[in-house]
């Protein structure tokens, strides 16, 4: 369980330094393939920033109609409390690394009791300074691999990508 003080400055810090969520943008054609790989009608924008990414038809790029998506992040006046849904995919661009250790199990395990498939990216050498969970794909293979979900997952950093595929607790691609 989590301190419900230091949750309460977490979400006061990430609404002091939260992102606008234009970032996944790039990612628009390898979320397409991930929708329509995995037939993900219902989605969750997991880490959405201010959600500025609908205002540029981000839906329409995906493949997912906007009515069939929520947003959340923590730090987020009108996206702050995370859905009760399941949803059939989940997407989490670049959210992790921002995650301390010490709250990444309590999120991730939320995460996945929301269902489907996962679209994950988590760079590698963010110079970004909120940053604070920079650890070697090692260390995350063997986060994805705790848990049973399907999970695409992107690695990169400057000079490299390395997509990973796990699923039931294994790495599988």
């Given at each position: 369980?989590?301190?419900?003080?230091?949750?309460?400055?977490?979400?006061?810090?990430?609404?002091?330094?939260?992102?606008?969520?234009?970032?996944?943008?790039?990612?628009?054609?390898?979320?397409?393939?991930?929708?329509?790989?995995?037939?993900?009608?219902?989605?969750?924008?997991?880490?959405?920033?201010?959600?500025?990414?609908?205002?540029?038809?981000?839906?329409?790029?995906?493949?997912?109609?906007?009515?069939?998506?929520?947003?959340?992040?923590?730090g987020s006046v009108s996206h702050g409390k995370l859905p009760m849904a399941i949803y059939e995919g989940i997407i989490a661009i670049d959210v992790f690394n921002y995650i301390s250790e010490q709250f990444l199990e309590h999120d991730m395990i939320e995460l996945f009791r929301r269902g489907g498939s996962l679209f994950v990216t988590i760079p590698l050498?963010?110079?970004?300074?909120?940053?604070?969970?920079?650890?070697?794909?090692?260390?995350?293979?063997?986060?994805?691999?705790?848990?049973?979900?399907?999970?695409?997952?992107?690695?990169?950093?400057?000079?490299?990508?390395?997509?990973?595929?796990?699923?039931?607790?294994?790495?599988?691609?």
């Amino acid at each position: 369980m989590i301190d419900k003080n230091i949750q309460r400055e977490r979400v006061k810090f990430w609404r002091k330094n939260i992102h606008d969520g234009t970032n996944c943008i790039k990612r628009y054609k390898e979320i397409n393939g991930w929708v329509k790989r995995r037939n993900v009608t219902t989605m969750l924008d997991y880490g959405c920033g201010k959600g500025l990414q609908y205002k540029e038809k981000f839906d329409k790029l995906i493949g997912v109609p906007r009515e069939d998506i929520d947003l959340y992040d923590i730090g987020s006046v009108s996206h702050g409390k995370l859905p009760m849904a399941i949803y059939e995919g989940i997407i989490a661009i670049d959210v992790f690394n921002y995650i301390s250790e010490q709250f990444l199990e309590h999120d991730m395990i939320e995460l996945f009791r929301r269902g489907g498939s996962l679209f994950v990216t988590i760079p590698l050498d963010s110079k970004d300074p909120h940053s604070i969970t920079n650890r070697p794909i090692s260390w995350w293979d063997d986060v994805f691999m705790s848990f049973p979900n399907y999970a695409e997952v992107t690695y990169y950093s400057r000079k490299k990508t390395t997509k990973r595929i796990f699923d039931d607790g294994a790495r599988i691609g």
